[in-house]
């Protein structure tokens, strides 16, 4: 079972059963969770000028913290989902 990069309107994780990481949901999936590592670099580097800048106002704080959650969720998802398809002699 593979954790895909997505929650359903719930908020419940979402799972494919395949074996072949060349299925077109697998495809999909490596395509989301690449947006999705690429997003959160962008959200970290916006981040990070934001602090080296002069005093950030509250609101700018508060929306960089939401956006770097967000981010942060859907990396330690990714790495849950890469760790998950290790195979022992990775």
Known sequence: MRLLPWTSDTGMPCYLSTDDPDSRMSRLADRVEAEL???????????????????????????AGAQLAAALEDTLRIAKSRGGRLTPEE
Not at 39 to 49: F, N, P, T
């Open 37 to 63: 590592l690429d997003s959160a670099r962008d959200v970290l580097g916006h981040a990070k000028e934001l602090l080296r800048g002069q005093a950030p106002l509250r609101r700018e704080l508060t929306f």
